[in-house]
């Protein structure tokens, strides 16, 4: 009988090929892998951001003094004028949340006592949140004491919250001026010469 003791060149030829066939799927395989986690990292680090966002938003009302406002005209601006949550070690901070119309992208505006549109000798830190908002509305309730937020990114679910217990603080009472009578001056005034009246 004839024993074999070694592989033809065909199988060897054969088994290369074969080798070659189940690397390049095996390749394929780990690139769409790759491909699939980073589509998955790059949708987690955007709904962290959002979930950021949508805390920091919510810090800023929940403790601001209730002097809010809102100002719809193209999209919605809403502005704290004192709040407590301040990303720059503010003790109070004027804090104001707008969308732009490049790329729709909501900004955060912090600073002491500035005015929008900002002025050259205002200082405030500007924070980009997101890029391609598609909604961003606030509305206050009848009582005018909850706060009802929408944000929706575009191509995603909407996320909303409510913050409740928000009051505007009461107006502070105007300091009621002195009246002299017309025809007596103050004391200080009367007395031009500084010698002592009589």
């Given amino acids: 009988m004839y024993n074999r003791k070694a592989f033809t060149l065909l199988e060897v030829l054969i088994s290369i090929a074969l080798m070659g066939i189940v690397i390049v799927a095996l390749f394929s395989t780990v690139n769409m892998l790759q491909n699939s986690n980073q589509h998955l990292l790059k949708y987690l680090e955007k709904s962290k951001k959002l979930n950021k966002a949508t805390k920091m938003l919510y810090l800023d009302i929940a403790s601001s003094d209730g002097n809010i406002t809102i100002k719809k005209d193209e999209f919605t601006r809403l502005c704290m004028e004192s709040t407590e949550n301040s990303l720059y070690a503010l ?27 900002v002025k050259m000798e205002e200082r405030v830190e500007v924070n980009t949140i997101i890029k391609g908002l598609e909604t961003f509305d606030v509305y206050f309730s009848k009582k005018k004491d909850k706060l009802l937020v929408l944000i929706q990114e575009a191509g995603k679910e909407p996320i909303s919250f409510m913050v409740q217990g928000v009051i505007k603080p009461k107006p502070k009472p105007k300091p009621k001026k002195k009246t002299l009578p017309s025809n007596k001056l103050p004391e200080s005034e009367n007395n031009v010469t500084g010698l002592p009246t009589p």
């Avoid at 003790?91 to 549109?117: F, M, Q, S």
């Fill in 91 to 117: 003790p109070r901070a004027k804090v104001c949340w707008i969308v732009l119309k490049k790329d729709n992208t909501l900004i955060r505006v912090e600073g002491n006592d500035y005015h929008l549109p």
